[in-house]
Nanobody
Framework: VQLQASGGGLVQPGGSLRLSCAAS????????LGWYRQPPGKQRELVAT???????NYADSVKGRFTIFRDHAKNTMYLQMNGLKPEDTAVYYC????????????????WGQGTLVTVSS
């Protein structure tokens, strides 16, 4: 499965963007999908996950501002980002298989080519 993230760009603080992650092949319907991001000079970090049943999990830094959702029929996942802040600036990646280990998550699936989000005035 190959993933392609898109929808990034330059936005002012307080603005919104919607990222998409499209799969070229079929993603097993039972997989938990996830969005990660890598800010400049920092390590990649988890942003949000969504299970096959629609259960979601968010990093504390984005709770209440970001929404993850998926369209099984289109093999596509989305990240709606509202109230963007400069600290949200990062390259955003999607992963096709994220494992829940209780207190942490492990991305074991395919990585999509990232999309750059820049929040700046």
């Amino acid at each position: 499965v190959q993933l392609q993230a898109s929808g990034g760009g330059l936005v002012q603080p307080g603005g919104s963007l919607r990222l998409s992650c499209a799969a070229s092949g079929s993603i097993p319907s039972g997989n938990t999908l996830g969005w990660y991001r890598q800010p400049p000079g920092k390590q990649r970090e988890l942003v949000a996950t969504i299970t096959s049943g629609g259960y979601t999990n968010y990093a504390d830094s984005v709770k209440g501002r970001f929404t993850i959702f998926r369209d099984h029929a289109k093999n596509t996942m989305y990240l709606q980002m509202n109230g963007l802040k400069p600290e949200d600036t990062a390259v955003y990646y999607c992963n096709s298989d994220v494992r829940d280990r209780g207190s942490y998550y492990i991305p074991v699936g395919s990585w999509g080519q990232g999309t750059l989000v820049t929040v700046s005035s």
